[in-house]
């Protein structure tokens, strides 16, 4: 086991040095890894026994067979190889997402020579087995990988594994990319009451609280403290969780949003401070954020949307990148 | 990479796959039991209705495993008398037929994909005419071809075909170099004996059992001389001899058989002292799974390379040193006129004067009244030959039944018979008198395949007797001929056909003796000869051959200069396949158009483009070009520039400017004209 940790870690070494992260890579003699597959080194046992056999019974048609097969492997060598280079790859900025959401990296496949490629690559992050395959023959050649979230902060993307086997599948082409991507990826959202509080300087005194009957915005699992009227009803009848509806009224003045107002549990203020960033936004109204040291001025573009947000994922997680 | 999980609806390949297992396991039919191919057939309705989606759901794999536990258990119990590898054909197609229901993952294809290539390889081992040659060659083929559109499923079938012709076309020359220049190499251990032949020549033989080798119409071997053909009665090509009578059957002698194995562990060559002129000729043996080889008397060797393989027995019989599993070529020259008293005299002497203890009183009788008559041996030998001339015997290839008795019953009841019996009965005779004499078996006759080449087929076999005279040694005697001239002048098929006997075994064997039939039969058999020669018979010393015409002497050094040479070649093709810069870069759509235009507005101005680039040229004609032409080419010309440098796009499309630029061009007048 540690054996084979520390080979891994010095093959990813190696392949650092070897294939450097970019954003477009060209496959050439350079970045391409080629071997028999597991079916190649069956068809080369299968090979080796038919020549046996030939020269054991001094057959010759099984000879010229066997020297057939031999040819056909030595020809796939060089026609999986021609296939697979000249492919160029092009990754296409990752978006952030939040927390529990699924990245996805896009990446464009484009010829770069003169050759027409054929077969299905096999598209996959390094170390996992969920594969996607891609029709090289087709017209869009385009690739989505997604990869699942569960934290906030900023993440490299891992590299991609490119596999082609084309034509007989008995030699394998790969290649493993660094695309040099990182992501993002905000709090999950927590539903809860919006506290902007007027003041910068000050905020636990002049909170406005929101809370109100007019406006149905989310639900929130159902505590003992919620009154019974909230609970939505129709939810529990179809056997889900209990849960209760909160209401808001709607905010018309700016203010901040500060993570001093939610508790001592950083994550759960985070999250739930990404949940308000993010429905204030879609409301169009104008905030500000105050996490302790950091502060941003209230604004209301998208820009600033997204600076709040990655502010969100970054806090106190700067130091793990 | 092809699919991980194999759909079970509509997929291509794993029908094909299982057409491909259909077809090939039917081509081995006679090596198949029949409940295996009618699971195979079984199979392929299954796929079928997969594949069509009646059946939604592959088998249960507990039912097939089921499936899988009954089989084996009547594969055991219904071969046990087959031989190794039909046992091993029957299993490997009836596990695939099994997992061919079962198709779900990458592998399970790839699997079937190396046992299909495998049973391939096992028709080569079991067929190897012309014919089912390039069926098993078409089977790997259509494999290679399933796997492709594996590895591609989306492409048009003929692109896929042309991609594939490609490919194999490219493996052809290497594979044919690595065939032609690979050193041979001798069998690293012995394969197990196959105990069956059907057909062949049978070490035991028992006139009165009824006669089964005859009425086989396939290959023996065929024969090409050096110069002309031997004359029919010349034709006695021997394979063994039968020295040991019980009384019923004549076998293989124990104690020559003994002395054979001593005197080869020894190493003692016998070498006979040989007279008269020589007949050079070359014999392609079709698989016997015996150790034997056929030859006109005294046969040795041509060629010191063959002393390697070829034992010469003292008895004048040759044996090969492995047992011939596929097409052997060997050359031999043969001296008719040689005096056969050489060898192991005693030794011959005390083998061929053994008799069975009792039983046929009659003939011994009758050979003690004859005996007394005729005290001279060549005398009694030709009485003997008279009175099969002479009292009323029959040629038959059906002769009753003899199980007691059974040289009596054939000398005085039934007087019926067909080689066997006569030779049977006169070796018989000879050994009674006193004079050492045994059974020759092989085969006599042969057709003419063309001017210097016959075939032999396994209904020629032939028994004939050898008797021990005088000093003169072994001498022949046939007592078919008098009974049947026709047998030996007119060749077996000629004396059975004839008789009418040959032709109502098989109703399809009459039609090849008629018009175009007879053409395609003789046609397909000398294509057969020739791939038997030049491909199946490309042995050592045909590789031997041709490294001395290329390089003249064959010296170490020499050979490594060839072998690299090889290896360079096989590098060059590789290059010649893979290195694309010596083929010039296809143009593109767009400048395709517009040279094509340019060609038509040089024939239509008369003004050359030169050197001009397109704007340029467009300048310089613009005058000249009346209009829908100039426009149209006008538009061409922006739209090559769009292309090319990047320019802002034109209104219309290029393609249809250039056939309508075409029709402009020829509603107007040539303007030199």
């Given amino acids: 086991m540690v054996f084979s940790t520390a080979l891994r870690t010095l093959a990813e070494r190696w392949l650092q040095k070897r294939i450097l992260p970019q954003q477009t890579h060209t496959l050439n003699r350079k970045n391409i890894f080629i071997f028999p597959g597991l079916f190649g080194l069956f068809y080369i046992v299968m090979t080796l026994c038919l020549f046996i056999l030939a020269i054991n019974y001094q057959n010759n048609l099984l000879l010229f067979m066997s020297q057939f097969l031999t040819s056909l492997l030595l020809i796939t060598l060089f026609a999986t190889y021609k296939n697979f280079s000249g492919l160029a790859f092009h990754a296409i900025a990752v978006k952030p997402v939040f927390a529990g959401e699924e990245v996805l990296l896009r990446i464009n496949i484009v010829h770069k020579d003169q050759n027409q490629h054929y077969g299905l690559l096999e598209v996959r992050w390094q170390n996992t087995r969920q594969k996607h395959l891609v029709d090289l023959e087709s017209d869009s050649l385009t690739v989505r990988l997604p990869m699942n979230t569960s934290q906030r902060g900023k993440f490299k993307l891992p590299r991609v594994t490119f596999n082609l086997a084309y034509p007989l599948g008995l030699i394998r082409c790969w290649t493993h990319i660094d695309f040099d991507q990182t992501y993002v990826v905000y709090p999950a959202r927590q539903p809860c009451p919006i506290l902007l509080s007027t003041s910068p300087d000050e905020g636990g005194k002049e909170k406005s609280v929101t809370l109100g009957n007019d406006d149905f915005y989310a639900l929130q699992p159902w505590q003992k403290t919620d009154p019974l009227h909230r609970v939505a009803w129709k939810r529990v009848a179809k056997g889900g969780d209990w849960t209760s509806k909160v209401f808001s009224t709607p905010q018309a003045q700016s203010g901040y949003l500060n993570i001093a107002d939610h508790g001592v549990d950083t994550e759960l203020a985070l999250k739930r401070l990404s949940w308000q960033v993010d429905t204030l936004a879609s409301k169009g109204a104008t905030y500000g954020l105050r996490l302790n040291q950091i502060t941003l001025a209230p604004a209301n573009t998208q820009a600033h949307r997204e600076a709040c947000l990655t502010a969100l994922a970054l806090y106190k997680r700067e130091t793990t990148l | ?304 390379s063959y002393a390697q393989s070829i034992w010469q027995g003292w008895d004048y019989q040759l044996t090969n040193r492995k047992p011939i599993f596929s097409r052997y070529a060997y050359a031999l020259t043969s001296y008719p006129q040689t005096i056969r008293n050489q060898g192991l005299g005693s030794l011959d002497q005390q083998v061929n004067l053994q008799l069975p203890k009792d039983g046929n009183p009659e003939t011994v009788q009758w050979v003690q009244e004859l005996r007394q008559k005729y005290q001279n041996n060549r005398d009694f030998a030709r009485a003997l030959m008279m009175y099969f001339g002479n009292s009323g015997f029959e040629y038959t290839l059906t002769p009753p039944a003899m199980t007691s008795d059974p040289v009596d019953n054939f000398l005085f009841t039934y007087k019926s018979g067909f080689c066997a019996h006569y030779a049977s009965a006169m070796a018989y005779a000879f050994r009674l008198a006193g004079i050492p004499a045994r059974i020759v078996t092989g085969y ?137 810069r010596w083929r010039p870069i296809p143009l593109a759509e767009h400048q395709k158009v517009y040279l094509a235009a340019v060609k038509l507005i040089e024939g239509f101005t008369g003004i050359p483009r030169e050197e001009k680039s397109a704007r340029r040229y467009y300048q310089a004609i613009e005058a000249t070009l009346p209009e829908p032409i100039g426009r149209r080419f006008f538009a061409i010309t922006q739209y090559f520039e769009h292309r090319e440098y990047g320019a802002p796009p034109p209104q219309a499309i290029a393609k249809d400017n250039l056939a309508q630029l075409k029709t402009a061009i020829k509603k107007h007048q040539p303007l030199r004209a």
């Avoid at chain 2, 194995?261 to 079709?286: C, D, K, V, W």
């Avoid at chain 2, 040479?565 to 060059?572: E, F, K, N």
Wanted: proline residues 5%.
């Fill in chain 2, 1 to 304: 990479m092809m699919l991980e999980h194999i759909p079970v609806k509509g997929y291509r390949p794993s029908l094909l796959i299982t057409l491909f297992y259909g077809v090939i396991a039917t081509s081995m039919w006679s090596n198949m039991h029949f409940w295996v191919l009618l699971l195979c057939g079984c199979v392929l309705l299954v796929r079928l209705s997969l594949y069509f989606g009646q059946n939604k759901h592959a088998p249960n794999k507990r039912t097939v495993n089921l499936l899988a536990v009954l089989s084996a258990i009547a594969l055991l119990t219904t071969s046990g008398d087959l031989p190794l590898l039909p046992i091993m054909i029957n299993l490997l197609v009836l596990a695939c037929s099994l997992k061919l229901m079962l198709i779900a993952l990458r592998r399970d294809f790839y699997q079937l994909i190396i046992c299909g290539t495998f049973l391939v390889a096992c028709g080569f081992i079991l067929y190897q005419s012309l014919f089912r040659s390039l069926f098993y060659a078409a089977a790997l083929v259509f494999l290679l071809y399933i796997l492709l559109s594996a590895h591609s499923p989306f492409s048009p079938s003929k692109a896929r075909q042309k991609r594939l012709a490609v490919l194999l076309l490219q493996t052809l020359p290497v594979a044919a170099l690595l065939f032609i220049f690979m050193p041979r190499l001798p069998p690293l251990w012995k394969m197990p004996e196959s105990k069956q032949t059907e057909t062949g020549l049978s070490e035991t033989m028992t006139p009165g059992d009824i006669a089964k080798l005859t009425k086989s119409d396939d290959l023996a071997f065929t024969a090409t001389f050096d110069d002309t053909l031997p004359a029919p009665k010349a034709r006695y090509w021997r394979a063994f001899s039968l020295e040991q009578f019980n009384g019923k059957s004549w076998t293989v002698s124990d104690t020559r058989r003994h002395a054979r194995r001593q005197l080869q562990q020894m190493n003692r060559l016998f070498t006979p002292h040989t007279q008269g002129p020589a007949i050079s000729y070359e014999i392609i043996l079709e698989p016997t799974q015996k150790h034997w080889l056929v030859g006109l008397d005294t046969a040795i060797s041509a060629d010191s």
């Fill in chain 2, 444 to 580: 006599q006759g042969g057709t003419p395949l063309n001017d210097d080449t016959l075939s032999i087929y396994q209904y020629d076999a032939h028994a004939w007797v050898e008797a021990w005279l005088d000093e003169n040694g072994w001498q022949q005697f046939d007592p078919t001929t008098m009974v049947a001239p026709t047998r030996i002048n007119g060749g077996f098929e000629h004396a059975a056909r004839y008789s009418g006997e040959l032709i109502g075994e098989n109703p399809f064997s009459g039609l090849s003796h008629q018009g175009i039939f007879a053409y395609l039969t003789a046609f397909g058999a000398k294509m057969d000869y020739m791939w038997s020669r030049w491909f199946l018979g490309f042995n050592e010393e045909r590789q031997t051959d041709i490294f001395k015409h290329i390089l003249g002497k064959l010296s170490p050094l020499r050979i490594a200069l060839l072998g690299g040479g090889i290896i360079l070649l096989i590098v060059g093709l590789l290059t010649l396949y893979f290195m694309p």
